[in-house]
């Protein structure tokens, strides 16, 4: 009896870790190319929004774009980029603001984002926005997204972090998580678009 007890917690554990393993490598491959210009060209400000997609929820291409719009209903043009593209870019250097929003898996940035920001050398002096995303363990990687743009230079001058399922606003825990998460996303774009204009 303890024999077959244990037979089947090992088959549990194993499975577990096989899961694991294979979402670690699925979610470790850098997203397909897209580029969308939020806002309109004769802005005075704007902002480079990178991300790289969320194979499974891409909360992060939501939450960038919610968070674009914000930027753009105070005048603002964001060219809203995911990693695989943002080489297309040319004059990286122009942009007013930097933002990047990052998926966490095993406890720290998504690889593409922080490959990107390691090898970022416009950050220098530039404002820059950091967005975590997570299932709810999200402190980590915040710190440690916020720590390497510091380490490259940026003035970080926000970060937040945004949740598939801890609740992201405790009063309205019967509305979708996801939409309080892009809403929340949109009000903060607002904000740090009159943070800089003032």
């Known amino acids: 009896m303890k024999r077959k007890k244990m037979n089947s917690l090992l088959l549990v554990i194993g499975l577990?870790?096989?899961?694991?393993?294979?979402?670690?490598?699925?979610?470790?491959?850098?997203?397909?190319?897209?580029?969308a210009i939020i806002g309109s060209s004769i802005n005075e400000y704007k902002a480079l929004i990178i991300y790289d997609p969320d194979p499974i929820y891409n909360?992060?291409?939501?939450?960038?774009?919610?968070?674009?719009?914000?930027?753009?209903?105070?005048?603002?043009?964001?060219?809203?980029?995911?990693v695989a593209a943002a080489k297309e870019i040319r004059e990286k250097e122009q942009f007013d603001?930097?933002?990047?929003?990052?998926?966490?898996?095993?406890?720290?940035?998504?690889?593409a984002i922080r490959d990107y920001v390691n090898?970022?050398?416009?950050?220098?002096?530039?404002?820059?926005?950091?967005?975590?995303l997570g299932?709810?363990?999200?402190?980590?990687?915040?710190?440690i997204l916020e720590e390497?743009?510091?380490?490259?230079?940026g003035r970080l001058i926000d970060s937040r972090e945004y949740w598939l399922m801890k609740?992201?606003?405790?009063?309205?825990?019967?509305?979708?998580?996801?939409?309080i998460a892009v809403e929340m996303a949109n009000t903060f774009g607002k904000e740090i678009a009159k943070k800089i204009k003032n």
């Not at 909360?59 to 995911?82: P, V, Y």
């Open 16 to 35: 577990i870790l096989a899961i694991w393993i294979t979402l670690s490598i699925v979610v470790r491959k850098k997203g397909a190319e897209r580029i």
């Open 135 to 143: 299932s709810g363990a999200t402190k980590r990687s915040q710190r």
């Open 148 to 153: 390497l743009i510091k380490e490259k230079g």
């Open 167 to 179: 609740p992201n606003n405790k009063s309205k825990t019967k509305r979708s998580n996801i939409k």
């Open 59 to 82: 909360l992060d291409e939501k939450i960038s774009r919610s968070f674009a719009k914000g930027l753009a209903e105070n005048e603002w043009l964001s060219i809203l980029s995911t």
């Open 97 to 111: 603001l930097y933002v990047f929003c990052a998926n966490t898996y095993n406890w720290a940035p998504d690889k």
């Open 119 to 132: 090898n970022d050398n416009h950050l220098k002096e530039k404002k820059v926005v950091a967005i975590t």
